[in-house]
């Protein structure tokens, strides 16, 4: 990899590279990995007889099983030989590239060790390597690393549900203490006031006014029949409940749709915000949809930002979104504002070092004010380099993090170390987290060295797309690209969407043939994107004649773009692949 002279960092050092090239140290580290476990194995217990003597091992029947597991293997191993090559900087088709160094060393040194991180019985190195790699990711976001908690999940989809999991306790709460105050004491009750007082509000309300456990426990939605108290709750105020709703920006995952399901709240609950005509959530019409469940009495369960879009990579102006939420609490309004940053969270790493201005001013705004919010998702098996499965859940504070109802007799409640009451997944792998934290030892999470990758991809999504633009007179980029990702229509000037929409599918279908690169599409339809639609098709004086946008989508995640001799190589023969399939 050719490096300018101001830029001493060996990025190269940390993957394997495309043709093994750092394999026979990485080998050397495998193997010290190996010898490190058996030799953990034999020193304990070292009095202790061996169990498979070296008689028993040439006997015919050891070896026969040996042969048989070792034909299965090379079955196996076979079969992998037609898994997709995402190491390659070829693959720039989803969110997954090449795995770190680190990450591999740290995933594979404790998979051997198996920890559980569940509980710390299971785990005793295990979980300390979670707390000290969830304070790393804090710390990226901007939360302060001493009072944030989280864990690791099997990500981001269960990270988000982990959000709505803990908010909807902080909901129950304050709504069972206004329904208390209702029915016992004649209180006005405003449903949407009450589930949103806040933690604070909460526990002094409660002392003040001498509401203990068992009266909330007889009002609450979560230990209680929801529908009861709902019609409770509708006696209170005169009209009917119609329960909670989450608000999700136009550009969002589609774990969020998964996440009202599984709550129980109903597609009607699912409050979607239009986009402005850049992708990024309309703030009007967030203040709408604000406005809108205050209105009905209905409480924001969850209000949802996104820093990296998994369509395009764009970043919500998530500095914004939190000033409007500070107005609504000087009201004593606190709403949960989550950050999903599965994807672009590590963009992070940017932030306060040399390279930041690859991202433009705003979306570094952005970036920094997820350390405004309640929780945030961060997806280390995707911009961290983490082998799969590993996600992350991060609240701001303890408080937040709290994830119980009142206090049930069967809780023993001391006993706080152990996550396993606090997460909605049991049995945990401590791969990831170790993983994460040996890349955080090494790489860092900050701009002197993992930011250097981040800016590599952006700025090779900028090259790339020049030069294409420069080649290839029918690519129309989606502009502006907010981070690594290059997201294009094929379409001739004044020429009708429909037409646009159907060469590009079948560009695209002509590249899935095609095993030189692998590249997605993403299909952005008017429900959410209207205005982008429409400014997209506008900037080559195009004809809006359908309600979807076919864009290809190229990842720049894999580090290898940032070598010249890659790039060099690689983006002529695309650019020439793509002429031939455009012709
Ligand atoms: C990928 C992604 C998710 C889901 O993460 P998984 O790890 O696939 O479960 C959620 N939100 C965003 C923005 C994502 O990009």
Known sequence: ?????????????????????????????????????????????????????????????????????????????DMLRSEVPKFTPRYIGHMVS???????????????????????????????????????????????????????????????????????????????????????????????????????????????????????RGASMVLGNPFEVARRIGKCTGRDYLGPVLITPGNKHFSWQKAANL????????????????????????????????????????????????????IDPVDRVADMLDQ???????????????????????????????????????????????SVTIDPHKLGYVPYSCGAFVCRDEHAYRASSFQAPYIDRADTKDKWRCTLEGSRSGAGAAATWLTGKTLGFGPKKFGKIMAAGIEARKTFQEALARANLLVRPLEPADTNILCFSLAKPGEALSQSNARTLAVYTKFQQNPDFSISKTVLGAASYDALID?????????????????????????????????????????????????
Not at 30 to 59: G, K, M, N, T, V
Not at 263 to 278: I, K, Q, R, V
Not at 333 to 353: N, S
């Open 1 to 77: 990899m050719t490096h300018h002279d101001d830029k001493p960092f060996a990025a190269d050092a940390y993957f394997l590279g495309p043709k093994s090239e750092n394999g026979p140290w990485v080998r050397g580290e495998f193997q010290a990995i190996l010898d490190h476990w058996f030799d953990w194995r034999r020193s304990l217990f070292a009095d202790d007889p061996e169990a498979i003597s070296e008689a028993r091992r040439l006997s015919p029947a050891f070896l026969h099983e040996r042969e048989v597991l070792g034909q299965e293997l090379r079955n196996l191993l």
């Open 98 to 216: 090449e795995l770190s160094l680190p990450a591999l060393f740290g995933h594979f040194a404790t998979l051997l060790h198996n920890p559980n991180n569940t509980s710390r019985e299971v785990a005793k190195v295990g979980a300390r390597m979670e707390s000290e790699a969830i304070a790393m990711l804090a710390k990226m976001v901007g939360y302060e690393p001493k009072l944030a908690q989280g864990h690791f999940t099997s990500g981001g989809t269960m990270a988000n549900f982990e959000a709505v999991w803990r908010a909807r306790y902080r909901m129950d709460h304050g709504l069972s203490l206004g329904l208390v105050l209702a029915e016992r004491d004649g209180d006005k009750l405003d449903p949407f006031a009450a589930a949103h007082m806040g933690w604070r509000a909460f526990e002094q309300i409660s002392q003040e006014r001498d509401v203990d456990e068992e009266a909330l």
């Open 263 to 314: 709550f129980g709240l109903g597609e009607d609950s699912f409050w979607n915000t239009p986009l402005d005509a850049y992708g990024r959530v309309d703030l009007d019409a967030l203040a709408g949809r604000v406005n809108d469940a205050r209105d009905t009495g209905r409480p924001v369960l969850c209000l949802t930002s996104v820093t990296g879009t998994t369509e395009a990579g764009e």
């Open 328 to 374: 609504l609490k000087e009201e004593g309004i606190h709403i949960w504002h989550h950050v999903d940053a599965a994807y672009g969270g590590f963009f992070c790493t940017l932030l306060g070092g040399p390279d930041e201005g690859v991202l433009a001013i705003e979306q570094r705004s952005a970036l920094r004010a997820i350390s405004r919010s309640q």
């Open 535 to 583: 400014r997209h098709v506008a900037g080559y004086g195009g004809v809006r004649d359908e309600d979807r946008l076919a864009l290809l989508r190229l990842v720049f995640m894999n580090p290898f773009w940032g070598s010249d001799e890659a790039r060099n190589a690689l983006m002529p023969e695309f650019i020439a692949l793509l002429g031939e399939f455009t012709k």
